[in-house]
């Protein structure tokens, strides 16, 4: 028993286990955006919360590799297409908690429970002010029509958030109308496509191009630094199903060595403390609906969201992938 | 030279490789060195196995897919890029090194070291800044545009071209500072002798410089070819698809990391081809200096020679990074106070304690492997070498799986062998230690490079002198090489550190808890977005590259 | 008319001058030679000559044309003027053959070839035309940089320091087959070594240079008999100064006796002068009456090397057959065969 107790000293030594309660979070999320949050969950607590940032894929290899050995109790994503690909692969395990249920949506969680949505993200239309009325917009799939030749712009097809897009759009109108969409989108663009959202924001600002498809917290960083830019939000199809939401979200791992400190975690995220902390810190929309997004956000007006169950994405993403391969969607 | 004496008047030399007869003893003595240099290449071995044993099955919807839809135009996009940049960094790499190491013009002192400087900037790095200056929204098309009518005539930086330029000027250093060092101790003397020979300089340039330059500037250009193929951020800054970007693809998009691992187990059979196929192409033929390497007096360049010698120079300079450095110390400017904190300082120590450790380590590993290969010549030993520095080529990200695979199962055996489970949940992973093993794997080409074109530097002669005078075996090493090599030593802890500093994958994977470092600020930054906020750390990692690219610089300017 | 000529060159680093006002001429087919130590300036006026190096002042003519002056200068690689390099420079990542086929880019492939092969025959090196450099010893490849060099036919070949790398038998051999060689050819040529012997077994004419200027220009043998300085007597051969008075227009008496030159010396009688004697101006002889006592001496196979001490103290050397073999502390019977006087006026 005491050479355990020795070996356990080494190995702590080696790996710097400390005694008192820890949670460890596997997050996609960008470091910046939620280490503020926790920072307030461990001043409430007490409890120390130790973060692992990094792409989706690597950490689920990590997670896989790891197995039963693994430290992390959370697992956390900023699209609902790797929480789906993550319960595929087993990764999570199903959480009973009456303070979830109250607190998410139905919609914006797995339907086993093993994740839960703790933001939302809109990814809309928006519009060059001095070009372009908003009479003139309507849906996504408008952006596929020859009045928007050389006017389109967009952000790479290898970001996950059009990944969902073009999921969700697989599920509501099928894999053929939504690869002519598409493929409308890709001949209507006016410049090569672009790294990221914001410097595509800037392109729509500086008129190289007139509309575009970006996430709205995007575009409320950027009103933060440049407020005259002339962008304008648009809420994609209101007249139709709603506008294309994706969430952020997390699930208690399935080797979890502190799955009720995990659990505890995810309550308190999803609690309003948090919500706001989500709402105003990124300008994303709060998963809780007790919670009311930063005014900013508030001031674009109150979409209506599609509301097929989000898992939706994650189950269509490769068809989607292979879609916009297929018609030259870089 | 003491065989000469009892030479009869037609001298024979022994043919090459009998000098010393392979006797029996002699093929068992070598063995313990060779199961060190498999041992040694067991560090990318590993990870390479477990990147290259997917499931036998392809999947066969995904593969038709790549085939039809992605493969070739990624194949096509892929050697495009090799091709191109290549090109680009021989003709900037070799040009501006045959020109400070052979001629006098204005600043040339200054250029010799300051022409490395770009080497410290991270290849990802220098796209986001030359794509923020020169894109649509960028400053300089903002200043022209209200004195056009259309800007439709400026190139579009986001293209193949901008891309083929950004890499050129971001690897051209390799082969600069490998070629500049050839030439500057054989150049001037390879113009000589060609024009004793009727050669003009600039025959003298093309038919005896630059061939005998050869396997430093070959090494410099690998290098950048591997680099190139392993490369994922900067092209993913120009959107511009390769191979790499195909395997990230299957992985992560595609959720099919099998068809990534086969198609990373493609990526490496191509690299070892290209590695035999230099070899091949070298044939009998020996590069080690003969002579002496007495600096001879620059020719000068006079009047408007000298100053378009200054001037192309300079725009090199300028556009690899004086004007990168501007943009990013105008975006770290707009966000400065928020990002400098105490926590900015941590990350900095941390790179650089990380890139420290891992280039003496690094170089320590390249030293034996390299003396392994000059003592040992056979083809194991050789094979093993080759293999050892192969996962330069390696995207960072697969290497990483690579290498967190084999320590977590490990740490997994070792927890189930002790009867530790449930109470402790790592023994190696997430250590230094792990996180060292993989930059063993990912930068040992960068070491081995360097310490073997040192290496090379050796003649024969040095060798007999010390075994005629007694000196054998490790003694050999440290009292005969070692003095020798110190300075390709020390270049390979240069390049090392100035590599790690910039690394950003396996860095991400392996890290311990907390070990955030200034490559990590970047990529989180830079996954959101946050230009401004990732101009700082970026502005770090160069600054910190600085000293030691500048001593590199200096201690390989022979002249 | 001579096939080269240098005419007052003079050469500089910044403000240290490297030639001086240096001048010689070389006829056709001769093979010259510029000797002195490390530093004297020889090699730099090979690199002139080559055209690597400006000139400060004066001409070099070849061939009757001006080919370096200080105004203007014909580049390098048009001047047809071969190079042998010290360390070679062979290329590494050619064959023997291409190596020595480098030069004749103008020919056409089969005359190309047949000249490399008569080349190699040329410096006995038929077998290994196929080798690389790194595959054969450090004569071989002194005769391949020598072939290399002599292949497009240069009209003028220079070689610098060429032996210097090889050891001491070789470098005697090689250098007498260089010499036949360079002559089978009618090649003129300059040499520049450090190495008298060496200057002595290859060249026709000789030039002894110090801190940049050409002190003599002569063949070898008048060069050891006649020197006309101090210096020039003093680095060429072995010997020892042992002072003397002029008691004639062409004789000097020393302590050894007196002793008259057989052409006439420019003497001022009463000058008190310096004058040098060889070994083999002395000669052992018992019967003579002034001796000497032995403090040393080197055994050379066929001759013993004394040094001996005459009365007044002073050193000098004696070139005895060796089966005079004398202790040393013993004092033997020496006189003077002086065919040629050299003397200098005492400073």
Known sequence: MNKKIALMAVLAALSGVAAAEEITVYTARAEQLIKPILGVFEQETGIKVNVVSGSEGPLMERLKAEGSNTPADIFMTVDAGNLWQANNLGLFQPVKSAALAANVPVHLRD??????????????????????????????????????????????????????????????????????????????????????????????????????????????????????LPVGLFWANQK??????????????????????????????????????????????????????????????????DLINVSEAGSKQAQAVMLMDRVGYK | ?????????????????????????????????????????????????????????????????????????????????????????????????????????????????????????????????????????????????????NMRWFPEI?????????????????????????????????????????????????????????????????????????????????????????????????????????????????????????????????????????????????????????????????LAFVLPLLQLGYWASRDFANQFSADFLGYAWRSVLLSLLAAVLVTLIALVLAYLVRRDGGAVVKLAARVATIGYAIPGTVLAVGVFVPVAWLDNQIIALLGLGGEVTAVFKGTLLAMLLAFVARFLAVGHSAVDAAMNRITRSHDEAARNLGVAGWALLYRVYLPLLSGGLFTAVLMVF?????????????????????????????????????????????????????????????? | MSLLELVSVSQSYGDKKIIDQMSFALEAGEIGCLLGSSGCGKTTVLRCIAGFENLLDGEIRLAGRGIASAAANVPAHQREIGMVFQDYALFPHLSVAENIGFGLGSLPRRARAQ??????????????????????????????????????????????????????????????????????????????????????????????????RLLQWAAPYELYHEPQSRYVADFIGQGAFVPGTVTGPRCVTLELGEYCSAVPRQFVIGDAVDVLLRPDDVVHDDASEVKALVLGKVFRGSEFLYTLQLASGRSVLAQVPSHHNHAIGEAIGIRLELDHLIAFRQA
């Open chain 1, 240 to 305: 139709l199903d709603g506008v294309h939401v994706n969430v952020s979200g997390a699930g208690v791992t399935k080797h979890a060595k502190n799955a009720k400190g995990a659990v505890k975690l995810l309550e308190w995220l999803s609690a309003e403390k948090a919500q706001k902390l989500f709402a105003d810190i990124d300008m994303e929309f709060p998963a809780n609906p007790k919670v009311a997004p930063n005014p900013v956000v508030t001031s674009w007006g109150k979409p209506k969201q």
């Open chain 2, 498 to 559: 100035v590599d790690v500093m910039k690394e950003m994958p396996i860095t991400l994977m392996t890290r311990p808890f907390g070990w955030d470092t200034l490559s990590v600020r970047v990529y989180n930054m830079t996954s959101e977005g946050m230009w401004d906020q990732a101009a700082l750390p970026a502005i770090a990692i160069v600054l910190a590259g600085l000293l030691p690219t500048i001593l590199l610089s200096r201690q390989q300017d022979v002249a």
């Open chain 3, 115 to 212: 000249r490399v092969d008569a080349m190699l025959e040329v410096v006995g090196l038929a077998a290994y035309g196929k080798a690389y450099p790194h595959e054969l010893s450090g004569g071989q490849q002194q005769r391949v940089a020598l072939a290399r060099a002599l292949a497009p036919q240069p009209r003028l070949l220079l070689l610098d320091e060429p032996f210097s790398n090889l050891d001491v038998d070789l470098r005697e051999r090689l250098s007498r087959e260089v010499r036949d060689i360079l002559k089978s050819q009618g090649t003129t040529a300059i040499l520049v070594t450090h190495d008298q012997h060496e200057a002595f077994a290859m060249a026709d004419k000789v030039g002894v240079m110090s801190q940049g």
């Open chain 1, 111 to 228: 339907p086993g429970n093993n994740w839960f949505g703790l933001s939302v993200r809109a990814r809309t239309i928006f519009y060059n002010k001095l070009t372009v009325k908003p009479e003139q917009l309507s849906s996504y799939e408008d952006l596929a029509s020859p009045k928007w030749k050389g006017k389109l712009c967009l952000r790479t097809s290898k970001k996950v958030y059009n990944q969902s897009l073009v999921g969700t759009m697989i599920g509501s109108y099928g894999p053929v109308k939504t690869e002519r969409i598409v493929k409308g989108w890709v001949d209507n663009l006016a410049a090569p496509v672009f790294a990221d959202d914001t410097k595509m924001l800037e392109a729509i600002g500086a008129g190289q191009c007139d509309v575009g498809i970006a996430n709205t917290y995007y575009y409320g960083r950027l009103l933060k630094t440049q407020p005259n």
């Open chain 2, 1 to 149: 030279m003491q065989l000469e004496k009892s030479l009869p008047s037609a001298e024979r030399s022994p043919p090459p490789g009998a000098a010393m007869p392979a006797g029996i003893s002699r093929r068992l003595a070598s063995w313990p060195g060779r199961l060190l240099a498999l041992a040694i290449s067991l560090f990318t071995v590993v990870p390479l196995a477990v990147v290259m044993t997917s499931s036998l099955s392809p999947d066969p919807a995904i593969w038709q897919h790549l085939l039809e839809f992605a493969l070739p135009e990624l194949l096509r996009n892929t050697l495009v890029m090799l091709l191109g940049v290549s090109a680009g960094v021989l003709l900037i790499g070799v040009s501006l090194a045959w020109l400070v190491a052979v001629y006098q013009f204005p600043g040339r002192r200054f250029f010799s070291w300051a022409l490395m400087l770009p080497l410290a900037m991270p290849a990802y790095v220098l796209a986001f800044a030359q794509v923020g200056i020169f894109e649509f929204t960028g400053p300089l098309q903002s200043l022209l545009r209200p004195h056009f009518d």
């Open chain 2, 158 to 318: 986001r293209s193949t071209w901008g891309l083929l330029l950004v890499m050129s000027l971001a690897f051209y250093p390799y082969v600069y500072l490998l070629a500049r060092n050839a030439f500057a101790t054989m150049g001037r003397r390879a113009l000589e002798v060609g024009q004793s020979l009727g050669l003009s300089p600039r025959q003298g340039f093309w038919r005896i410089a630059l061939p005998m330059a050869r396997p430093w500037i070959m090494g410099g250009l690998l290098l950048v070819v591997m680099e190139s193929l392993a490369d994922f951020g900067t092209v993913a800054v120009f959107n511009y698809d390769t191979f790499t970007t195909a395997i990230y693809k299957a992985w992560f998009a595609l959720f099919s990391l099998d068809t990534a691992k086969q198609l990373a187990s493609l990526l490496v059979v191509m690299v070892l081809v290209l590695l035999l196929l230099e070899q091949y192409s070298r044939g009998r033929r020996a590069y080690s200096q003969a002579g002496r390497t007495a600096p001879l007096p620059r020719l000068t360049l006079t009047g408007w020679r000298g100053w378009a010698a200054c001037a192309a120079a300079s725009l090199v300079l300028l």
